[in-house]
């Protein structure tokens, strides 16, 4: 008996504002969050994939 296969899909929230507006928004959240951490040194990235999250309300 072939095994099934189960598809697997990201739950993802499309902008009615397109793109552009959702980089911009992640941009400026991402800056905050940066701020209120104090600025740290090397962590754009973890500071950026929050702000995506918080951005998208996950």
Known sequence: MA?????????????SVG???FFVEVQKKAYYLWEKEGKPQGKDWDIW??????????
């Open 3 to 15: 095994a099934k296969i189960k598809k697997i899909t990201t739950d993802k929230k499309e902008t």
């Open 19 to 21: 793109s552009e507006k």
């Open 49 to 58: 994939l929050k702000a995506e999250k918080e951005v998208l309300g996950r």
